[in-house]
C-alpha cells in the first residue's frame, strides 16, 4: 500500500513539474521576445544583435522544462524513495 501511495505521489508531482516549467518558460519566452521586440522597433540598428541575444536567451528558457521533463522522468521510472520503504 505504501509503494503505491509513493509511486501515485510521485507521477502527480511529476505532472506538476512539467507543467509549471513549461507555464514558466512560456511566460519566459514572451517576456523576452516582447522586450527584443520592443527594442528592435526602438533601434533599427542594433536589430541583428538583439535577435541573437533573444534566441540565446529563449533557447536558455527552454532548457528548464527540458530538466524538469528529465527529473519528472527519474522521479517516475527510476524513484530513489521507493527503496527507503
Known amino acids: 500500500m505504501e509503494k503505491a501511495f509513493v509511486l501515485a505521489i510521485s507521477a502527480i ?3 506538476l ?5 513549461a507555464i514558466g518558460a512560456a511566460i519566459g519566452d514572451g517576456l523576452a ?3 527584443a521586440l520592443e ?4 533601434q533599427p ?3 541583428g544583435k538583439l535577435l541573437t541575444n533573444m534566441l ?3 533557447g ?3 532548457s528548464v522544462p527540458i530538466i524538469a521533463a528529465v527529473i519528472a522522468i ?6 530513489p524513495l521507493i527503496d527507503l520503504l
Open 60 to 62: 536558455l528558457i527552454e
Open 39 to 42: 527594442g528592435m522597433s526602438r
Open 33 to 35: 521576445t516582447g522586450k
Open 45 to 47: 540598428e542594433n536589430a
Open 13 to 15: 508531482s511529476a505532472g
Open 56 to 58: 540565446i536567451s529563449v
Open 74 to 79: 527519474v522521479l517516475v521510472f527510476a524513484n
Open 17 to 21: 513539474a512539467i507543467g509549471f516549467a
